[in-house]
């Protein structure tokens, strides 16, 4: 079936702003991540799900961040109030125990803040 | 918690010559190994893993890696590069008595030269 998609591909926002990032992971995969890369940097882990549980939310970078998954398909990831830190290229990946949970990458979201 | 070291940001090697990028973890039970790829423009994609069994693991693209548990490495290896090998690479560990978190290393530049 169809990969991980991510929507918007790119977004653009003023200093201040809410937005909000969407994740349609693999049919069928239980686990679902969400990653922050900064320009030229690697992958930082921001949170993940098993179902729609989030049982490390350790990486979320302040309380304006925050996400929320539906049984175990869409996600999306909430940033409220905008920085101009936040800039970055957001990855969402999907997997599965069935292939001891290598993980299925979107295209990801580019998030500039203005 | 678990992390990951690339010591090397970036890897310069001829075109026909043997590559290894390096990667070392540290976790606290056993370790799930990944190495994945970022093509220019291109999304992340997964190249191997290490679960449990033989400590040589083969993958896409002619790679493979080497498990060591006493120096904690999971180099990645090929036997001869090509130009389109160039990309960034990325180590990843999940602690496999734990939960789904993974930790992505910083990546490592490969730059094969015809």
């Known amino acids: 079936g169809a990969g991980v998609s991510q929507s918007p591909s790119n977004k653009v926002t003023e200093k201040g702003k809410d937005v909000e990032l969407r994740c349609d992971p693999i049919?069928?995969?239980?686990?679902l991540y969400w990653y922050r890369q900064r320009l030229g940097q690697g992958l930082e882990f921001l949170i993940y799900?098993?179902?729609?549980?989030?049982?490390?939310k350790s990486g979320l970078p302040s309380d304006r961040f925050s996400a929320e998954r539906t049984g175990e398909s869409v996600s999306t990831l909430t940033i409220q109030r905008t920085q101009q830190e936040d800039s970055a290229v957001y990855l969402c990946?999907?997997?599965?125990?069935?292939?001891?949970?290598?993980?299925?990458f979107g295209p990801g979201t580019r998030l500039t803040v203005t | 918690a678990q992390s990951v070291a690339q010591p090397e940001d970036q890897v310069n090697v001829a075109e026909g010559n043997p590559l290894t990028v390096k990667c070392t973890y540290s976790?606290?039970?056993?370790?799930?190994l990944f190495w994945y790829v970022q093509y220019p423009n291109r999304g992340l994609q997964f190249l191997l893993k290490?679960?449990?069994?033989?400590?040589l693991v083969k993958g896409s693209y002619g790679f493979e890696a080497e498990f060591n548990k006493s120096q904690t490495s999971f180099h990645l290896k090929k036997p001869s590069a090509l130009v389109s090998d160039s990309a960034l690479y990325f180590c990843?560990?999940?602690?496999?008595?734990?939960?789904?978190?993974?930790?992505f290393g910083a990546g490592t530049r490969l730059f094969v030269k015809a």
């Open positions: 990946a999907s997997s599965s125990w069935r292939s001891s949970y290598e993980q299925y």
């Open positions: 049919s069928g995969h239980t686990a």
């Open positions: 799900f098993q179902g729609n549980s989030a049982p490390d």
């Open positions: 976790v606290s039970g056993n370790p799930y």
């Open positions: 290490y679960i449990t069994g033989d400590n």
């Open positions: 990843a560990v999940r602690d496999g008595d734990g939960g789904f978190k993974t930790i």
